[in-house]
């Protein structure tokens, strides 16, 4: 059961938004970034400094997503 468990705790990571790890990068190559709206700019390479703790933060935050995303997508209301 523990191993289920662990193989489906790693799914759902792998699968989840990753929103704040996907705007860093965006941010730090300099392209434009649709989730948030920001325009291309100037890369910015201090950026991926920061990966490092986006992705706990996404970990941690993948549960609160998870409810919104069920939330949004049952009702009719576009993302």
Do not use: H
């Not at 191993?3 to 990068?25: K, P, R």
């Not at 434009?32 to 700019?41: F, I, S």
């Not at 703790?53 to 995303?69: G, R």
């Amino acid at each position: 059961m523990k191993t289920v468990s662990t193989i489906l705790l790693f799914a759902l990571l792998f699968g989840s938004n990753g929103c704040m790890t996907y705007s860093a990068v965006k941010r730090a190559k300099g392209e434009q970034n649709g989730v948030m709206g920001w325009p291309a700019k100037e890369p910015q390479p201090g950026y991926y400094a920061l990966v490092p703790l986006t992705v706990p933060a996404d970990i941690a935050t993948s549960p609160f997503q998870l409810i919104i995303y069920v939330a949004f997508s049952m009702s009719s209301t576009p993302l």
